[in-house]
């Protein structure tokens, strides 16, 4: 008999870069010249974010914000280490990377051996490679570790978990489509990678198997907006359909986490994204998280008043710049099969970072 582990975290893409440079999003949306003055007229600013931004453009608060995220990161890994999964099954988006104009699968699980990865050699426009192309870092994104080009990591697959898993799913009716290769995307998109490295901060090495379980999180802008940050001129492109429903998202979690309760491994489910992304919120000019959501949504999380994220909709979810929440979906309708709450988490608030980091432990009684 199986037994499941439930943990969630950031990929954030700025936290593998600087400090100074951690708030180079919002940075970018100073500069859209379509974005009326008087929203980003910092005097205007909620004064939590004032105070985040202060007198040095958010530098000094950069530091501040990496620190709380180790925290949560710090705590999960050692919950991962102590639980000594067999797998960690990785629900992240994937924002144009992998999937293209070819090809986009609401749910797909990556039945892949291990790879060698290139983490800075590969990083996409998405995991902030910057606004040029990858050659002028020579070919490898500087990072906070001071790694170049040429380092690369082993990341261990779980091929046969991932083919039970979606045998599992298919003979329940949920149809998953699966990949044994990646397509577009060397080794794998920024979600699932950064998730690694970043449980992985102090290196000492990451050596649990992985299987990525990609949901597309984006949906309507996946193709249309290339799944990331647009000028507010950009707005009125033709839309693609949408993502799966919040819903479908927590069902098929649930049904993962009684597939691998039922399984003979341990598994690890491991939601991995920040909560509301600013420069997806209209309704603040792209200029702020909807950190009210976002408590909306954790404060349910804690209480375990999981009925409230099953009747979250997508209008809500697009509203509120959630996308990328549907991979928390997962692990909410994940934990609310196995009866469980959050033994740890911790939220992480941010105005001038971009999006709320919340991080969660869900373990074993
Ligand atoms: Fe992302």
Not at 93 to 109: M, R
Request: aromatic share 12%; hydrophobic share 40%; net charge negative.
């Amino acid at each position: 008999m199986g037994d499941v582990l439930g943990i969630g975290v950031s990929h954030y893409p700025p936290f593998s870069g600087n400090d100074a440079d951690m708030a180079n999003i919002l940075r970018g949306r100073l500069k859209d010249p379509d974005i009326p003055a008087a929203a980003k007229d910092p005097a205007g600013w909620p004064v939590p974010m004032q105070t985040e931004w202060s007198t040095d453009n958010g530098a000094a608060a950069g530091t501040a914000h990496r620190e709380a995220m180790l925290v949560g990161l710090r705590r999960v890994r050692q919950a991962l280490d102590d639980f000594k999964p067999d797998f960690v099954v990785i629900w992240g988006d994937d924002q144009y990377e992998n999937f293209k104009e070819d090809i986009v699968p609401a749910f797909c699980l990556h039945a892949y051996e291990d790879m060698r990865i290139h983490p800075w050699k590969h990083a996409s426009a998405s995991a902030m490679v910057g606004a040029k192309s990858q050659d002028q870092w020579g070919g490898g994104k500087p990072n906070v570790w001071g790694e170049t080009a040429e380092t690369s990591i082993l990341v261990p697959g779980h091929p046969q978990g991932a083919r039970h898993l979606a045998s599992q799913l298919l003979l329940n009716e949920f149809d998953v489509a699966y990949a044994y290769k990646p397509l577009h995307h060397p080794g794998m998109a920024h979600a699932f990678l950064n998730a690694v490295l970043y449980l992985d901060y102090d290196r000492r090495g990451f050596p649990y198997p992985v299987v990525p379980f990609s949901i597309n999180c984006y949906g309507r802008q996946v193709i249309s907006y290339r799944g990331f940050i647009s000028q507010w001129a950009d707005r009125g492109r033709p839309l693609d359909p949408p993502s799966p429903s919040p819903r479908r998202c927590f069902d098929i979690g649930a049904a993962v986490a009684r597939i691998c309760r039922d399984s003979p491994w341990r598994v690890a489910l491991l939601a991995s994204s920040s909560w509301s992304h600013a420069f997806l919120v209209d309704k603040t000019w792209r200029m702020q998280p909807d950190v009210a959501a976002d408590r909306a949504l954790y404060q349910a999380m804690v209480a375990g008043d999981y009925p409230m994220w099953r009747n979250y909709s997508l209008e809500q979810v697009e509203e509120s710049g959630q996308q990328e929440l549907l991979n928390w979906f997962a692990l909410a309708g994940a934990m609310d099969a196995l009866k469980r709450r959050p033994t740890w988490s911790d939220f992480v608030e941010t105005y001038v970072f971009n999006s709320s980091k919340v991080a969660a432990i869900f373990a074993p009684a």
